[in-house]
């Protein structure tokens, strides 16, 4: 029943604004208020040693709830989108009493006392552990703003619907969730509500969920390739990449398309033991995240295409289908594999005479595709013939940047099961 209380006010109202297919949450502007001093304050400024009353060693929690991670994550970037702003009163306002008496800030100084990043970085909570009392609520939040680093303590006051701020760093983060809490006999702290530092109230879709994962990986590819080596399905990341290092090589080669992938479609699959929620970039990219829920809202691994791991469910579908069908779904397949720099599998279903014929090496085969075929395509079909058991694909390959499309005609033969080999032609 302790965290009843947050729950129920934070899952009470949702901004979403839907674009290109995906909600994002808006951040709530708040009213001016001008003339503020340090004597608004006064009464707030005093801080017991243990803030909130709590069971005597507890130990902070993963935050497992997805209203309050979007609360606090919000909380942050609408007090960094106020620093860019220069508004101090705001700024003031949101920052922890003790806090501000300890560094000496006032209204005035504030801003030179504070952080600054690039107007463009969002913060991204990466991680947060909750302590709660009665009323009185403390996050310790680990995230990234950019490629930088950033942890903070937020602390919730539901008696006056109010949040504060604290600067933390590494150390300070890491004591604080390894800390347990001590019981409180006294009243809990008290936060005031000066407008500025409302607590957000957000209710999360499928939407905001399958954006928040696409906008986690990206940044763990971005700034920290061995997490993002590890949060890939274990027999996916041994089967396309094979170890770190040829993963840590793919991510540095790709490194400038990463950085501007954009979420622009999501769908969600439930299944007995996970999520999936599967999103697709503006390049036809497939991302999917499988989350199991039941044990941490970002408990979740990686797939980062539709055909390196193929289950008996694919296999019955695909076994279903005409010839001409299992044709396109291939050539859909290959097409994907280039859209995705996955060079390697592009390679490997080419017919080997034909490629033994044109590249002597994978190097010099994915040379040629990334000089030859530079952007992201989608497919037009045109005509399919076959003579026996070869079949004849014409299609277009429609240039995602709108600049250069080719034609080409495929050259399939099916095989047992999904496997199949290749030429082309270009025209």
Known sequence: MKGLKLIIAICIIVIIITAGGIGYIK?????????LTEKDYEGYLYIEENPEIVIDGQLPEKVNFYGIYYSVETSINSYINYIRKNNK????????????????????????????????????AIEIYNLNGIEYYS?????????????????????????????????????????PG???????KKIQNLNFNTIFNIKVTDA??????????????????EKAYELLNQEYRTKRFGNYKNF?????????????IEIKEYSVITNDDYTEYIC??????????????????????????????RDSADIKEYSSYTDEKKVSKNIYIWIQMLNNRDYDAAYDVINENFRNKNWKSKEEFENYFRNYFSSHYDIEFGEIKNQGTIYYQTITLIDLTGKNNKNMTIIMQLKDNMDFEMSFNVE
């Open 89 to 124: 009163n705001a700024v003031y306002s949101m920052l922890d009493k003790e806090y501000i008496k300890q560094n000496e800030i006032t209204v005035d100084n504030v801003l030179d006392k504070v952080e600054k990043y690039n107007k463009d970085e969002k913060f991204i």
């Open 182 to 188: 001590k019981s409180n006999g006294g009243s809990e």
């Open 280 to 309: 697709k970039d503006q390049n036809k990219n497939l991302y999917i995240y499988r989350v199991n829920e039941s044990k941490n809202i970002l408990d979740y691994e990686v797939l980062l295409d539709e055909y390196t791991i």
């Open 27 to 35: 951040y709530i502007e708040k009213k001016e208020i001008k003339d």
């Open 248 to 260: 840590e090589q793919y991510v540095a080669k790709n490194k400038n398309e990463l950085k501007e």
């Open 139 to 179: 996050y310790y939040v680990y995230g990234r703003i950019g490629n930088s680093e950033v942890y903070y303590t937020v602390n919730y006051d539901t008696s006056s619907n109010a949040y504060s701020i604290i600067i933390s760093n590494k150390e300070e983060y890491n004591k604080n969730i390894e800390t």
């Open 208 to 225: 905001t969920k399958s954006e928040k994962f696409f906008e986690l990986y990206k940044s763990e590819l971005l700034n920290n390739t």
